[in-house]
């Protein structure tokens, strides 16, 4: 293992590291090593032994849990350092923002080092995608670094290996470590250089995230954005893809702290269409705004593409559940005579499931609307005037999108992007038309707006949006004492006995984000719900108490200590999983 500093107990380097730990001393690596060879042959809850800190000079590691046998999850383990034993440039760990982008740079460098050497296969650490995320997997400050990561203790049957336990804590960690961590190296002048630029990207994202607010903007996508992906299942850039280029009309210009002058399209509220014939880019471009609500990594070709950060996509989700939902403004009068304002399903239609979602998303108090016509449910969008006469307003209890879509906008300032390829009635009530001609973006506004006029439709507005009844989880209890949280991809939550699918809500990208929600939405449920407070005062608070202790607090709703795979959620996504649950109960 290369050393890469000075010993930091002599300039008193680990002085804050006890504010985060309580585990008590156990020795030196040395120790370490001497104890695995010692326990070689035992049985398997031998391991135990090894539970404690461990001073490698270089860094400090802690064995805070080993798993039970080797078939049980891998034990938990986490790696301290300090910003100047690594050589760390200041303006890496100084602010927020520096420490959360340094803090994903350090995962990825760690992943991929133990992904280039299959003598690694022991040791893991939390999968990451294209965007720079907050990870319980990592923190960064001015005083100390911490890694957490998971090794499957080494056995034969439910016998210890002991010997191969201490090659993996003598030579393949440490040797994985030390190249993650080191930044003083002569050798380390470029890793230096792809931190920096790391960091620096993630510090332009915010900045252009925050000109969004100051400029009243939904969205923003710089011309030379590569926004194609390699393939429909991978979010890598599309090789020789057309960069984006704003229409004239829309073209605005940020300036941002490291990419300096930036110019590209702006989209201001309001209705915005996104046009054009089939695969000529619409559904790229909405993607790469509904995923504008993140930052990426250098290269990914969406790093100065930023999103209003509480947009929600919006898609029919047949079968999902629903829980006294007011979704009268859609859908009213049914045959049934159920009270559609306090609407509850368990096999929600795809129209219903759609009007749900809309509902939901305003009262967890999105801005913006993202929705794709291929993934909508046909009736909640569109009614033509043919079927509005042979199917009359009385026997049709579903009231179209089109009819709400400008009382939504003027009542409740809610902007929406859509996707529409194969109906011109939304040409009359959007603000704006974007046609996407070969993955080349035209603002045809103006001619939208003539050929509505010569070709006129008969309006079904309706004025204004009703205010929404408010919806009040109360609090249940969900498993007793046999209490079980688990998650699938990004698709599925487990609480308990009841499964939530999530595959719907798009915009949680990462597995790490499903965890935390799992953990959030059982919190609430078991904890901060009253029938008193609404759903995104719910999830606001949640926000709340992980801006204030990190994704460590999720602890307290019962993850485990010292959490390693979790990512950041967004509110309203939390809000999301929450309404469906299938036994929410609302006040």
């Not at 049957?157 to 804590?169: D, E, Y």
Request: proline share 5%.
């Amino acid at each position: 293992m290369r050393d890469y500093g000075n010993n930091p107990r002599k300039q008193g380097g680990r002085g804050d590291r006890r504010r985060f730990d309580d585990t008590p001393k156990k020795g030196t690596d040395r120790d370490l090593l001497k104890l695995l060879h010692s326990i070689d042959g035992s049985s398997y809850g031998a391991y135990k032994q090894a539970v404690g800190e461990w001073d490698y000079g270089s860094f400090v590691l802690y064995i805070d849990r080993i798993q039970a046998d080797p078939y049980a999850p891998p034990s938990s383990l986490r790696v301290v350092t300090w910003p100047d034993k690594m050589g760390l440039p200041e303006q890496t760990f100084t602010t927020g923002e520096q420490q959360t982008a340094t803090a994903d740079f350090l995962v990825r460098s760690l992943s991929k080092a133990l992904r280039a050497d299959k003598r690694f296969s022991s040791v893991s650490i939390v999968s990451v995608g294209q965007e720079i995320l907050e990870r319980s997997a990592a923190s960064v400050g001015p005083k100390q670094v911490e890694l957490r990561i998971q090794v499957s203790m080494p056995a034969r049957g439910r016998t210890v290996l002991g010997h191969q336990a201490a090659t993996i804590f003598d030579v393949e960690l440490p040797d994985a470590l030390g190249e993650t961590f080191d930044f003083l190296s002569t050798h380390a002048d470029g890793y230096r250089e792809r931190l920096l630029e790391h960091v620096h990207t993630y510090e332009d994202y915010c900045a252009l995230q925050r000109a969004l607010t100051d400029n009243n903007w939904t969205s923003f996508i710089a011309n030379e954005a590569i926004l194609a992906r390699k393939s429909g299942i991978s979010q890598l850039p599309m090789e020789d893809s057309v960069p984006f280029r704003s229409p004239e009309s829309l073209l605005r210009t940020v300036e941002l702290p490291h990419a300096g002058t930036v110019r590209g399209m702006a989209i201001e509220p309001g209705i915005t269409l996104i046009v054009g014939g089939g695969y000529h880019g619409k559904s790229t471009v909405l993607s790469a705004i509904q995923r504008g609500v993140y930052a990426h990594v250098p290269g990914d070709g969406r790093e100065l593409v930023a999103t209003l950060p509480a947009a929600m996509k919006i898609r029919a989700a047949d079968g999902r559940p629903v829980t006294k939902v007011d979704v009268s403004p859609f859908i009213n009068h049914l045959p049934t005579g159920s009270n559609t304002s306090r609407f509850s399903t368990q096999n929600a239609s795809g129209s219903t499931s759609q009007a749900a979602s809309i509902i939901e998303a305003l009262g967890a108090r999105s801005p913006l609307l993202l929705i794709d016509e291929d993934t909508s449910a046909t009736n909640l969008m569109i009614r033509d005037e043919r079927m509005r006469e042979l199917v009359v307003s009385s026997q049709e209890p579903i009231t179209p999108l089109i009819d709400r879509i400008r009382g939504l906008y003027e009542s409740d300032s809610v902007s929406l992007i859509l996707v529409m390829g194969g109906s011109g009635a939304y040409l009359d009530v959007a603000d704006r038309v974007l046609q996407m001609d070969s993955y080349r973006c035209e603002d045809v506004t103006e001619r939208a707006h003539k050929i509505a006029e010569e070709n006129p439709r008969e309006r079904t507005d309706i004025a204004g949006f009703p205010d929404l009844l408010p919806r009040c989880p109360t609090r249940i209890k969900t498993g007793g004492d046999r209490q079980k949280t688990k998650v699938s991809g990004t698709h599925s939550i487990g609480i308990d006995k009841q499964n939530i699918d999530v595959s719907d809500v798009e915009q949680v990208v990462e597995q790490g984000q499903t965890e935390a929600i799992a953990w959030a939405v059982r919190g609430i449920l078991q904890a901060l719900s009253d029938g008193e407070k609404t759903v995104a005062d719910l999830t606001e608070e949640v926000e709340a108490i992980l801006e204030k202790d990190g994704l460590d607090a999720l602890v307290r709703f019962g993850a485990r200590k010292y959490p390693a795979f979790l990512a950041r959620p967004r509110a309203v996504d939390i809000a999301a999983a929450l309404n469906r649950y299938r036994a929410l109960e609302i006040a």
